[in-house]
C-alpha cells in the first residue's frame, strides 16, 4: 500500500500529537504553523509542548516527519490535509472559526489537484459543510477539488500519545465513498475501531462527549457538596456507583471542578450553539454554574477559618488544571490566586510544570517556591488545586513540620482520612468529614 502524504495545520498539542503518530505509523508528515519560533524548534529537534512521550516520538520519526511555514511545501503533494488550529472561544460562548477558515483558505491555494481535508479542530456541528462549501467556491473553475472529513479528537492532554496510539474508537464523518476509503488508508495501522458516520454526526460526537464528561463531573461535585452536609463520604458513594456498569467508575472524582482548554470552552460553545437554536441544553447550562462556583469552594471553606486572609501565608500545591501538564487554561489556580492576593494574603506557590506560565500572569506578586516544602514554610493555610505525584506521596508530616498553623484545605481529595487523623493538622477535602479541629 503507498504511503500516504500528509499535511497537518496546526502544531499545537492536537496537530502535534496527530502529526506524530501518523508519521509514526509510517506516513510522510509535514506539519505547517504560521508560528516561526515553533517551527524552528521543530525542525532542530525540539519539543515546543510538555506532553509526555511526544519528543521520543517526534525524534524517532524525524526521516518522515518535517515542520515547514510554508503552506504550499506542505500541501502541494498532500492527499490529506488535517486541520488541527484553535477554535477559541468568543466573547458570548460561541467558537471563533477565523483560524479554521484562515487554513481553509491557505490550503485552497496551496493544494494540488484534489485532497481530502481532515477537519480534526473541535468545531460546531456543520461546519464541515461550511468548510466544504468554501473550498468548492475557492476552487471553481480551477479543477481542484476537496472532499472535507470530520475526524474530532479525543486526546487528554498528558495522556495524548497513548490517547492516539490506542484510542477507544476513531470517530470519522464522511459524505463520500473515496474519501471513507482514504480515511480506512490513514488509520489501517493503527488498532482503533473506526467508526464512519455523516460528518454531522461526527461533529455531534465530540461536543455530545466532551459535555457529558463535563455533566457527570459536575453532578458528582454536587454529589460531594450534599455528601458534606449529610455526612456521607463521596469516595465510597463514587466506588458504590461506579461499580454500576452503566455508570462506570471514571470522572467520578470530586474535586474543585474542571479547567483546561476544553470542557470550559465545549460546554459553553454547546449552550451557546443550543441556546441560539431555541432549544437550550438545560443540563449543560447547569454544569457551566455548577463550575464556577465549585472553582472557589476552597476559599468558602478557608472563611470558617479565617473571617478575613489579610497577612496569612498561603501555600497553593499545583497550578496546572491537572497533573501531567504545564497548561494554565481555566485552571481554577488562576482563580483562587486572584482572590486571596486580592485578599492581601502572601501566597506561596508550587507547581513542577506551571509555574513559568503562570509567571506570565503574576510576575512578582506571588512567590514562586522549588519544593512543597518550601511552599509550606510558615504557612497558615495550604490549598491543594493539583494532584500531581508529589502531593500525592507526601508524608502529611511535612505539613505539620513547615506550617505555622496546619490547615490543609485540599480541592483534590489526595489523602485517605485515616493516615491525615494521625497528624495534628486540620484537613478539609470534598465531600468527605473533616479531620482535626481547628486550634
Ligand atoms: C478532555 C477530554 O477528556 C478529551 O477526551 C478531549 O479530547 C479533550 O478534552 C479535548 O476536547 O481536546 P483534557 O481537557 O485534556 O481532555 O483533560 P481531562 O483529563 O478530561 O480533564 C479535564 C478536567 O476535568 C481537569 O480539570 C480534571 O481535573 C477534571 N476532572 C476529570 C475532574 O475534576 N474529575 C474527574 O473525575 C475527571
Redesign the pocket.
Known amino acids: 500500500m503507498r504511503t500516504i502524504r500528509i499535511a497537518v495545520a496546526g502544531t499545537g498539542y ?1 496537530g502535534l500529537v496527530t502529526a506524530a503518530v501518523l508519521a509514526h505509523v509510517g506516513h510522510d508528515v509535514v506539519g505547517v504553523d504560521v508560528d516561526e519560533e515553533r517551527v524552528r524548534t521543530l525542525n532542530s529537534g525540539g519539543c515546543p509542548i510538555f506532553e509526555p512521550g511526544l519528543p521520543e516520538l517526534l525524534e524517532e520519526s524525524r526521516e518522515n516527519l518535517s515542520f515547514t511555514l510554508d503552506y504550499r511545501e506542505a500541501c502541494a503533494d498532500a492527499d490529506v490535509v488535517f486541520i488541527a488550529v484553535p477554535t477559541p472561544e468568543r466573547v458570548d460562548g460561541s467558537a471563533n472559526l477565523k483560524y479554521v477558515f484562515a487554513s481553509v483558505e491557505q490550503v485552497a491555494e496551496a493544494m494540488g489537484p484534489s485532497c481530502v481535508v481532515v477537519v480534526k479542530s ?1 468545531v460546531p456541528i456543520g461546519t464541515g459543510d461550511r468548510v466544504q462549501r468554501h473550498f468548492e467556491s475557492l476552487l471553481a473553475g480551477t479543477g481542484r477539488e476537496v472532499e472535507v472529513v470530520a475526524n474530532p ?6 495522556t495524548a500519545v497513548q ?1 492516539m496510539l490506542h484510542a477507544s474508537r476513531v470517530i470519522i464523518g464522511v459524505e463520500s465513498e473515496r474519501a471513507r476509503e482514504i480515511m480506512a488508508r490513514v488509520y489501517a495501522d493503527l488498532p482503533s475501531p473506526l467508526l464512519f458516520m455523516e460528518r454531522r454526526s461526527a461533529e455531534m460526537v ?1 461536543y455530545a ?2 459535555n457529558f ?1 463535563a455533566l457527570k ?1 459536575a453532578y ?1 461535585n454536587e454529589i460531594a457538596n450534599l455528601c458534606d452536609l449529610l455526612g456521607a463520604d463521596i469516595d465510597d458513594v463514587a466506588r458504590g456507583m461506579g461499580a454500576d456498569p452503566r455508570i462506570g467508575d ?6 474543585i ?7 470550559p470552552k ?1 460546554t459553553k460553545a454547546l449552550h451557546w450553539l443550543s441556546s441560539f437554536h431555541d432549544r437550550e441544553i438545560k443540563t449543560v447550562k447547569a454544569a457551566i454554574e455548577v463550575n464556577a462556583v465549585q472553582k472557589i469552594s476552597l476559599i468558602k471553606r478557608a472563611h470558617r477559618y479565617h473571617s478575613d486572609f489579610e497577612g496569612l501565608t498561603v501555600a497553593v500545591l499545583g497550578l496546572a ?2 497533573p501531567g ?1 504545564d497548561d494554565l487554561r481555566e485552571a481554577p489556580s488562576l482563580d483562587n490566586v486572584a482572590i486571596l492576593l486580592d485578599a492581601g494574603a502572601d501566597v506561596r506557590v508550587w507547581d513542577p510544570y506551571a509555574m513559568d506560565n503562570f509567571k506570565r500572569f503574576y510576575p512578582d506578586e506571588v512567590t514562586y517556591c522549588a519544593s512543597i516544602p518550601e511552599a509550606l514554610a510558615d504557612a497558615d493555610m495550604c490549598l491543594i488545586l493539583t494532584e500531581w505525584p508529589d502531593v500525592l506521596s507526601l508524608d502529611p508530616a511535612v505539613f505539620v513540620e513547615q506550617m505555622r498553623h496546619p490547615l490543609v484545605l485540599d480541592g483534590r481529595n489526595c489523602y485517605a482520612l485515616d493516615e491525615m487523623a494521625r497528624h495534628a493538622l486540620v484537613y478539609e477535602s470534598i465531600g468527605r468529614r473533616t479531620v482535626g479541629t481547628a486550634r
Open positions: 492536537v473541535t479528537e479525543f486526546l487528554s492532554q498528558g490517547d465530540k462527549s466532551n464528561l463531573i458528582i471514571k470522572f467520578l472524582r470530586a474535586g471542578g474542571y479547567g483546561g482548554s476544553c470542557f465545549d488544571f491537572k501538564t
